[in-house]
């Protein structure tokens, strides 16, 4: 762990609001109702406060987390693996985040199933987790690492369930790009001092 790094406060940390959150879901539920619109309010919300972290302190690390259903059957990357595999590959959009990553300078690990990137995440310790998945999977990522920073976004496709889904890599380009702002200014001001 880094003994720098400031600690991120989530309210997710708290058992009394992870409490409310699920007793709200389980009422919807009850009500015959989706909790999706509460999903993505607490997406937004969590994004909100994450951005304001950044804007502060950066992120030198950076977990990328997707789901299996976003690879496709050309893809060569291992499940808890280095993105920069995909470097050369236009075969679909997880080469295009790997040069999104490698343009920002970002260590770019993925993991396909949620228990491998909740692991990864513990395990590596990362500044920042940048995912994308279906909402359930939002709010389960949202409780179980909320000492890390996660920037969020539900998918933007599905063929079917857990079938070729997509996402945007402009909006993981978007958040690398808030993930290394505060680091870049603090390299810039350094290049100034030392000229």
Known sequence: MNPRRPTY????RHRAFVLVVTAVRALL???GRSDEALIRRLVTDNNRRVARHLAAHGAATVLLILPRCVKRGCCKIDNGGSLSVCLGCDRCDLGELARIADLHRVEALVAFRSQVAFALARERRPDLIVATACEDRLF?????????PALLAPLTGMERMCVNATFDPEWFA????????AREADHDTRAAVGA
């Open 9 to 12: 406060r989530s309210p997710w």
């Open 29 to 31: 539920a009850r009500a």
């Open 140 to 148: 389960k990522a949202l409780r179980s690492v909320p000492e890390i």
């Open 174 to 181: 978007a958040q690398l790009r808030l993930a290394t702002a």
